[in-house]
């Protein structure tokens, strides 16, 4: 599993945003050396799905919109057409391809700035940093 986000494109995730990065990579680079094997490796990125998974992690999803959440009966269904297709990444929702798509075009500094959104640890201090007005020199190359 791997974030819907751009695969890894929110960087202010830390620890997580670099292990998700990790997985969507090693599947790629599985899914070509099992190419022509019969078998196949596809990561599957769903975006925000109604589990226990955010309550269990005692995570504070109050500030996120309804319209944003996955409903899992429509994760796996589309997750497994993608599955049987042989697919390398699956996105099952088209708001959340939609959103990689302009993560992936934006700039680094811009993604950086979006932080982690609106997800926080339930017992986290509210302390935020604030984000640096100086344009990352990176960005300015691939112009």
Same mark, same amino acid.
């Given at each position: 599993?791997?974030?819907?986000? $751009?695969?890894?494109?929110?960087?202010?995730?830390?620890?997580?945003?670099?292990?998700?990065?990790?997985?969507r990579?090693?599947?790629?680079?599985?899914?070509? /050396?099992?190419? $022509?094997?019969? !078998?196949?490796?596809? &990561?599957?990125?769903?975006?925000?799905?109604?589990? /226990?998974?955010? /309550? @269990?992690? $005692?995570? %504070?999803?109050?500030?996120?919109?309804d319209?944003?959440w996955? /409903?899992?009966?429509? &994760?796996? #269904?589309? #997750?497994?057409? %993608? &599955?049987?297709?042989?697919?390398?990444?699956?996105?099952? #929702?088209?708001?959340?391809?939609?959103?990689?798509?302009?993560?992936?075009?934006?700039?680094?500094s811009?993604? @950086?700035?979006?932080?982690?959104?609106?997800? @926080? @640890?339930?017992?986290?201090?509210?302390?935020?940093?604030?984000? #640096?007005? !100086?344009? %990352?020199?990176?960005?300015?190359l691939?112009?």
């Amino acid at each position: 599993m791997a974030p819907a986000a $751009g695969g890894g494109a929110l960087t202010a995730g830390g620890t997580y945003s670099a292990a998700k990065a990790w997985v969507r990579t090693f599947t790629e680079g599985l899914a070509a /050396e099992l190419r $022509g094997t019969g !078998v196949t490796a596809t &990561v599957i990125a769903p975006g925000l799905t109604r589990t /226990e998974f955010h /309550e @269990r992690g $005692g995570i %504070d999803i109050s500030t996120l919109p309804d319209f944003a959440w996955l /409903e899992p009966r429509q &994760v796996v #269904s589309e #997750s497994l057409a %993608d &599955v049987r297709r042989g697919a390398v990444f699956s996105t099952p #929702s088209r708001r959340y391809k939609a959103a990689a798509a302009i993560l992936r075009a934006a700039p680094r500094s811009a993604i @950086r700035a979006m932080g982690s959104g609106g997800m @926080r @640890r339930k017992n986290d201090d509210d302390v935020s940093a604030a984000a #640096s007005p !100086v344009a %990352d020199p990176a960005d300015t190359l691939a112009m």
